[in-house]
Nanobody, 116 residues
Framework: QVQLVESGGGLVQPGGSLRLSCAVS????????MMWYRQAPGKEREFVAT????????NYADSVKGRFTISRDNRKNTAYLQMNRLKPEDTAVYSC?????????WGQGTQVTVSS
């Protein structure tokens, strides 16, 4: 059974940092690209960042470029999203996704709230 479990969310003040983790089990992690998405209340889910299966290439939404960093540890079957200089508009439920060709799996998400 494939499982993706996000953790690390919470309440943080504007300008602060959080690191999200996505622990994956039930598949060959190193064969899957990993992505982070987010969905704010009343808005469509949007792409945040992606990293290739070996971790050699990354891509980011313009809204987070320069502030967020995606990474992975294939020995630990875990993907990460380091979020710095957080803004109130970053408030959302953040979810990770594992993708290999047409196969994809989603986690349940973790809430990130940026507020003073």
């Amino acid at each position: 059974q494939v499982q993706l479990v996000e953790s690390g969310g919470g309440l943080v003040q504007p300008g602060g940092s959080l690191r999200l983790s996505c622990a994956v089990s039930g598949l060959t992690f190193s064969n899957y690209a990993m992505m982070w998405y987010r969905q704010a209340p009343g808005k469509e889910r949007e792409f945040v960042a992606t990293i290739s299966s070996a971790g050699r290439s990354t891509n980011y939404a313009d809204s987070v470029k320069g502030r967020f960093t995606i990474s992975r540890d294939n020995r630990k079957n875990t993907a990460y999203l380091q979020m710095n200089r957080l803004k109130p508009e970053d408030t959302a439920v953040y979810s990770c996704k594992a993708v290999q060709l047409s196969t994809q799996y989603w986690g349940q998400g973790t809430q990130v709230t940026v507020s003073s």
